[in-house]
């Protein structure tokens, strides 16, 4: 009786000791990690060992895998993106021609829409029946730039500006000389169309062609005509050349470079 009760034991002990072996083909896991992979409630025993079996741990462990795979995809994408846009060209208007530079931060990755900073320097002369005359004029503005909703190649923009214009008049024939300036703030509006192509697989460049078109909100200058040669034309010349300088519309065209 002894011997069977012994036995009886030692077999529910070996029983016991079974249920909680892991075999070669089972991994342990951590409660949080059972939880994550085999979506398991959150109530989960504390003190309880869970298994996986090797087939159902190889395949979260590939899933596992390619997220992290996808995740380091998106950080290469996020990093390569266009964010920003370099570019310069030609300014034409009225009188005065010159060349402009203009620094683009897009707002969003779909480059969409910019915070534009812009430099235009342009410049106007004349050589007349004894009128020297030239004039040169920078305008630096920041401004909002968007593509249009429908018409995506095209885009406008608004923004605000300071300008600032130098003259100086030599009348040749009697040696007289005056120098003038002057600036202030002013309001910008833009429109144009753009044609992007791409050379690299995050790199792109682009043609610009636009009409910009500005007025003063905050204006003064000292230029006083009386101190030109009323000789002939000459102060028709320099009053029709100092005008123009405080129209501050322009044509642009120009090239852009993505990075």
Same mark, same amino acid.
């Given at each position: 009786m002894?011997?069977h009760?012994?036995?009886? +034991?030692i077999?529910s ?14 991994y ?7 939880i994550?992979?085999?979506e398991?409630? $959150?109530?989960v *025993? ?7 079996t090797?087939?159902?741990y190889?395949?979260q ?8 795979? %996808?995740?380091?995809? *998106?950080?290469? *994408?996020? $990093?390569? /993106? ?8 030609? $300014? !034409?208007?009225n009188v005065?021609?010159g ?6 931060y897009?707002? &969003? ?6 915070i534009r /900073?812009?430099l235009a320097? %342009?410049y /106007?002369s ?5 009128t ?5 004029r ?6 909002y730039n ?6 995506s190649? +095209?885009?406008g ?8 214009? &130098?003259?100086?008049y030599h009348? !040749?024939?009697?040696?007289?000389k005056?120098?003038a %300036?002057?600036g202030g ?6 429109i ?7 050379y ?7 043609? &610009?062609v636009g009409?910009?078109?500005g007025?003063? +909100?905050g204006?003064?200058?000292n ?7 009323n000789?002939?034309?000459h102060?028709? +010349? ?5 005008q123009?300088?405080?129209?501050l519309?322009?044509f642009v ?7």
């Open positions: 002894k011997k009760a012994l036995l009886g +034991i077999s002990f070996y029983l016991v000791i079974s249920c909680h072996s892991v075999s070669a083909e089972e342990l896991l951590t409660k949080d990690v059972y994550a992979q085999a398991v409630p $959150t109530s *025993d504390e003190d309880k060992e869970y298994y996986l090797e087939e159902d190889n395949a462990k590939e899933v596992t895998v390619s997220a992290d795979e %996808d995740e380091d995809e *998106d950080d290469i *994408d996020q $990093t390569g /993106t266009t964010f920003a846009r370099l570019g310069a060209g030609i $300014t !034409t208007f005065f021609t060349l402009y530079f203009v620094f683009d897009f707002l &969003n990755r779909d480059i969409k829409s910019a /900073t812009q320097v %342009d /106007t004349v050589d007349s029946e004894g020297k005359l030239n004039i040169s920078q305008c630096l503005t920041v401004s968007r593509l249009l909703p429908v018409l190649d +095209i885009y923009g608004l923004g605000l500006g300071f300008g600032q214009s &130098n003259m100086t009348n !040749t024939n009697n040696d007289n005056y120098d %300036d002057g703030l002013f309001l910008m509006g833009e144009g169309w753009k044609k992007v192509w791409k690299h697989e995050h790199r792109e460049f682009g043609l &610009n009409l910009q078109s007025v003063y +909100i204006y003064s200058d230029y006083d005509e009386t101190k030109v040669s000789q002939t034309n102060r028709d +010349i320099v009053n029709t050349g100092w123009a300088s405080q129209q519309s322009r065209v120009g090239f852009d470079v993505f990075f």
